[in-house]
């Protein structure tokens, strides 16, 4: 049969592609190839949610509980909520290890003295857990991770390469624990930096050894050039610091100027951890301080410690959406828990003093909004 030759114009026509052409001897030529689905509304590839957690402790009396009550147990009230969501975030609170040597000035000693705490989980099991509840990237800019000098980083870096979760704020050495880290989701760039005020002896990264990156209480030109360079490179920054005072709820100063310093400098949000409490959350120049998230997998002396997920939802322009889903740290496990009175009343009044009200926002999350 001979083969007709065909001048061809490509035209996008939905739903399907269709294919216009001319022939050789000047007949209309005409192929439809197979519909491809309905595009997504102009504007949804670019709207991210994000949820952010605070402490996050698989060592201590964790891996016990976990043998116990097997692998699932520590997240699986918030696990659908975790894998829901487009990025989910934690403060990993302890090295993933199994080396026996802990960093000078953590001796048993000063434990024994209540001066020091010192924790590591289980490589067998923590990075699989965090992965399988939807945990995609973790800071270790805090006074933990170097628990167990400077194999137990190594190791961690290890772990959660392995497992997929990315990781900011401790590295091999300097440079990498100061490097930002930037995860794209629809399209969306969300760059995170990661600091800790909190700094244990022999705690810091070094130029050619291991630890975490570090910040003191006033704004450096370091964490304002790191953001004027990740402002470069992603469109939704994240700051996030270990910091603040142990057991209070009410914020330091030093956090509000520190936290609206970097919202000022291109930071679209700032997210806080440390106190082992949930502080307020301040809105501020289109973007967000969560200044303590609090607990969230946390063994400890407490029956019922306060603690809550924060869900960001926002696109290349923006935050968008602020909202709140309150937990009780139960056992040693997030639980979320909307419907408690006594526990609304606590977050509420926590949140109060930042110039914000929860208003319900359906399905248990509270709409972090200015006070009217």
């Not at 440390?274 to 998230?293: D, F, K, R, T, V």
């Not at 509420?348 to 929860?358: D, K, N, S, T, Y």
């Amino acid at each position: 049969m001979r083969r007709r030759r065909v001048n061809w114009l490509v035209l996008l026509l939905l739903p399907g592609l269709v294919l216009l052409g001319t022939a050789a001897d000047g007949t209309d030529a005409l192929e439809v190839a197979p519909a491809f689905p309905e595009p997504v509304p102009a504007g949804r590839l670019e709207e991210i949610t994000i949820c952010f957690t605070g402490d996050n402790l698989l060592g201590a009396r964790m891996p016990r509980l976990i043998e116990q009550y097997g692998e699932a147990w520590p997240y699986d009230a918030v696990v659908d909520v975790l894998r829901d969501a487009d990025l989910a975030f934690g403060n990993l609170e302890c090295p993933i290890t199994d080396h026996t040597v802990r960093t000078p000035g953590k001796s048993w000693e000063s434990i024994q003295a209540h001066q020091n705490f010192v924790f590591k989980a289980p490589p067998e099991i923590s990075s699989r857990i965090l992965a399988a509840s939807g945990f995609d990237i973790m800071t270790l800019a805090n006074n933990h991770i170097m628990d167990y000098c400077a194999a137990g980083v190594t190791d961690t870096l290890a772990e959660l390469d392995g497992a997929g979760i990315s990781w900011v704020g401790a590295g091999h050495d300097t440079g990498e624990a100061f490097t930002a880290k930037v995860v794209t989701r629809n399209g969306v760039r969300i760059g995170f930096i990661a600091r800790s005020k909190i700094v244990p002896a022999a705690s810091k990264a070094g130029a050619d050894s291991p630890g975490l990156a570090w910040h003191g209480t006033e704004f450096s030109e370091e964490l304002a050039a790191a953001i004027r360079d990740l402002r470069g490179r992603a469109d939704l920054v994240v700051v996030t610091f270990h910091w603040g005072f142990e057991g209070h709820r009410r914020h330091a100063a030093y956090q509000q100027q520190l936290g609206r310093q970097c919202i000022d400098a291109g930071a679209n949000l700032v997210i806080g951890h440390h106190p082992h409490c949930l502080q307020g959350i301040e809105l501020y120049h289109g973007g967000a301080i969560a200044y303590s998230l609090g607990n969230f997998l946390f063994t400890g002396k407490s029956a019922l410690v306060e603690s809550a997920i924060l869900r960001v939802t926002a696109s290349r322009s923006g935050v968008q959406r602020v909202e709140l889903l309150p937990c009780w740290v139960r056992g040693g496990k997030p639980e979320p828990a909307p419907d408690d009175a006594k526990l609304l009343k606590l977050v509420r009044e926590i949140c109060a003093p930042c110039g914000v009200q929860l208003i319900d926002g359906g399905d248990g999350w509270l709409a972090v909004e200015p006070s009217a």
